[in-house]
């Protein structure tokens, strides 16, 4: 093999292993934007759950702590005089501060 030869074949695999480098640099920056947009979707969900949380400390079935009963084919959730109902727990909790958000502004 010729001096020329030995440099035409260096200079070919430098070409090959740039191109290599840049594909792999290409996938490697695909790899890590689909991982941080994977995160950031966590964290998303993370911080809404939180949040839903949080709101729910505020409500005032939760603050007030009604009594709650079954009330034939429902639910009663009762507080001094205010009393709320329905088909679920749930429902009935946030009839009554549906209820007394309406007391509060009377």
Known sequence: MTIEEIQVAAQRLISASQ???AKNI???TEIDLEKT???MEI???IADRSLHQSAN???PSFVLRP???QSGKGWMAEYGDLTAFG???NIAFQEF???WVGKDEL
């Open 57 to 59: 400390f505020l409500r």
């Open 19 to 21: 191109v290599r480098i």
């Open 26 to 28: 290409e996938k490697q």
């Open 43 to 45: 964290s998303h969900k």
């Open 97 to 99: 501060d549906d209820r």
């Open 87 to 89: 088909e679920t727990p």
């Open 67 to 69: 009594s709650l009963r």
């Open 37 to 39: 947009t994977y995160e």
